[in-house]
């Protein structure tokens, strides 16, 4: 390359890149400050804030179609949903501390019994994804009940009742699909 040629492509380089740096801090001067702030794990949430829950049973429009299990994170409610779309079950959940984030997953793994990640013995478990070290997935106690979760503990448990934790096991198998909405 010439010495006139190279100053050319240098100097197209930088006007590029300045370019490039301008539309950048444009850009993230329009991010709004929920979206701003540094995650550990974009591609999850974390720590669960308390919601308004609006008492609604109907299955969320926005969750799909087809077979699938449906888990609404404002509402702590599960929709176990056929292949004709029609909803099977429905029931509430306690969640523990951490939140998958919306969006769609496949049942990766299941236990018939374990220890929950607050030290609880669960049984019916089915897991889906992981926020971090904190695996997610739905079980139930071996005696029924919901415990409160620590806030200071990460746990990925969302309890269900025993028969609705059945309900689950037998529905969502290796692969099923979970749908998770706000």
């Known amino acids: 390359m010439s010495g006139s040629s190279a100053t050319i492509v240098a100097g197209l380089t930088a006007a590029a890149l300045a370019t490039v740096g301008l539309l950048a801090l444009q850009a993230a001067a329009t991010v709004p400050p929920e979206l ?3 995650r550990a794990d974009a591609a999850v949430a974390a720590r669960k804030v308390p919601r308004a829950r609006t ?3 109907a299955l969320p429009s926005s969750s799909g179609a087809g077979e699938r299990v449906v888990y609404a994170l404002d509402e702590d409610r599960v929709w176990l949903v056929g292949p004709s779309g029609r909803v099977e079950r429905t029931f509430p959940v306690s969640p523990g501390t951490v939140d998958p984030a919306p969006g769609a997953y496949a049942v990766t793994s299941r236990s018939s019994a374990a ?6 013995p669960v049984e019916h478990v089915v897991r889906f994804t992981h926020v971090g070290d904190v695996v997610i997935g739905f079980s139930s106690t071996l005696d029924g ?3 409160v979760p620590d806030p200071e503990v990460q746990t990925g448990g969302i309890r269900e009742g025993r028969a609705d934790g059945e309900a689950m096991w037998r529905f969502a198998t290796i692969g099923q699909r979970i749908v998770v909405v706000r």
């Not at 220890?115 to 609880?120: M, V």
């Open 55 to 57: 008492g609604s049973t």
């Open 115 to 120: 220890t929950g990640t607050d030290g609880a």
């Open 36 to 38: 701003a702030e540094p």
């Open 145 to 147: 009940s919901a415990p």
